[in-house]
């Protein structure tokens, strides 16, 4: 992936020590374990549609045996400007990239993109979806249009995570970050807070699982809109960046999460989709380039 030439965000926010760096995930020494920080990891790559989300994830923390990942709240600074550092820098040149992209997609609609804000974190943050921490992962909170990265969840993917090598892993992340745009796609076109009203009158956790999941494969097929978009204005991308992201989309796969947690698969239990229709969403998105190829809403098999 190149992106040296992406124009940098004006909208990042960056709250850590510094302005940069932030700490590792915890491992052993009576914090989480090396298998269950991935696990948590992989599963945070997509969290954050809204505050119910976000308590999940420190849910599922703490049912994984061991301490949380602790780190004592901060007041954030809320600086603003460029970060200076490489992750940050990356951070800031794809969100402005998202940003180009959306524009023009939105234009061509006759509506306006309004971007969001993204906000850089060293281990816990305050925001507008309430208390979260790094090992949840990168989230979106619609309350207060804001993306939430801690940045040293990248490092935690380039030395755990064995379908990201070299530079085709730099795509991986940017697709992290594209599909947490994905949900402010859909919180400025209206399907997310529809989506949470059909949840909140859904008569059972299966059925609000099952809208959950296609909001979340949306978000996906949305990232594969901004990929197409951008190579067609780029050509940024390298031999073997798809096929990183496919990866990535099956490591985080629902199916292949609880396969390798519990040892069996349980579909009503699904928050996000199967590594097979993550996959198939997101090529949905890359091949077609337009919102059209992203109804996942439609009365048919997801």
């Known amino acids: 992936m190149r992106w040296d030439d992406f124009r940098r965000s004006d909208n990042v926010e ?6 940069g760096g932030g700490f590792g995930l915890p491992m052993g020494g009576g914090g989480l374990g090396i298998g ?10 997509a969290l954050g549609i809204d505050p119910s989300v976000l308590i999940g994830g420190a849910e599922m923390a703490s049912r994984g045996g061991g301490s949380q990942y602790q780190q004592p709240y901060r007041q954030p600074s809320r600086r603003t400007g460029l970060p200076k550092d490489e992750a940050g820098d990356f951070v800031a ?25 993204l906000r850089l974190f060293a281990g816990s943050v305050q925001g507008g979806c309430g208390f979260a921490q790094a090992a949840m992962g990168p989230f979106y909170c619609p309350n207060d249009k804001r993306i939430y990265l801690d940045t040293s969840f990248f490092k935690a993917i380039e030395t755990r995570f064995r379908g990201c090598q070299g530079k085709a ?14 949900h402010h796609v859909q919180n400025l076109l209206g399907t997310l807070p529809k989506a949470q009203s059909e949840q909140r009158a ?5 059925a609000a699982n099952r809208i959950q999941v ?10 594969g809109v901004w990929a197409n978009r951008s190579e067609q204005r780029k050509q940024f991308l390298d031999a073997g960046d798809i096929d990183a992201a496919l990866q990535t989309a099956t490591a985080i ?32 998105g ?14 048919v098999q997801l």
């Open 14 to 19: 960056d709250d850590r020590e510094g302005g």
């Open 36 to 45: 269950t920080v991935v696990v948590l990891g992989l599963i945070g790559w």
């Open 93 to 117: 040149a794809v969100l402005g990239n998202t940003e180009d992209t959306w524009s023009k997609v939105f234009q061509e609609g006759g509506q306006q993109y309004r971007a969001p804000k």
């Open 169 to 182: 892993c730099k795509f991986s992340q940017a697709y992290v970050i594209a599909h947490e745009v994905g």
């Open 202 to 206: 859904a008569g059972s956790k299966a």
């Open 214 to 223: 296609r909001v979340e494969l949306q978000a996906d097929c949305f990232a």
């Open 253 to 284: 796969g629902d199916d292949t999460l609880q396969k390798n947690t519990q040892g069996r698969v349980v579909p009503d239990a699904f928050t996000h989709g199967s590594a097979e229709q993550r996959k198939r969403w997101f090529m949905n």
């Open 286 to 299: 890359f091949t077609q380039g337009k919102l059209a190829a992203c109804n996942t809403f439609r009365a």
